[in-house]
């Protein structure tokens, strides 16, 4: 599975971008300017999270993918999912964030490689 995150509006503090999965839009994205990961190809897992007791997309590069409505609080590379209503600002992150999840979790079951580019 390839997931392409392209990166469309940077502020100071936030960068917007869309999440694709074999060239069809899934959801927007967010994230802090300061901590955001490179441009490049990370291997993505799903791996426990300590703080929510349940698994997220993990990225090489010690990065999640999960959901949140705003990144002016994020204190790493996190990347939140949703649907964008203002610069660094989404909203129906969890719906976006499940749907995401079911599609990942369905291709690492299936023994799929998964891939994330960032452009």
Do not use: W
């Not at 999440?19 to 901590?35: K, Q, S």
């Not at 990370?42 to 999270?49: A, G, N, R, S």
Request: hydrophobic share 35%; proline share 3%; net charge negative.
């Amino acid at each position: 599975m390839d997931i392409i995150i392209k990166r469309y509006l940077q502020k100071t503090d936030t960068t917007n971008g869309e999440l694709f999965i074999d060239n069809h839009h899934v959801c927007d994205t967010a994230e802090n300017t300061h901590y955001m990961l490179e441009a490049g190809i990370y291997p993505v897992q799903l791996t426990e999270d300590p703080i929510f007791h349940r698994k997220f997309p993990h990225l090489g590069a010690g990065c999640n993918i999960r959901f949140g409505n705003g990144v002016y609080n994020l204190e790493d590379s996190t990347i939140l999912v949703g649907t964008y209503i203002a610069p660094g600002c989404l909203c129906r992150s969890r719906i976006a964030f499940d749907t995401l999840y079911e599609r990942i979790r369905k291709s690492a079951e299936r023994g799929h490689q998964i891939t994330l580019t960032i452009e």
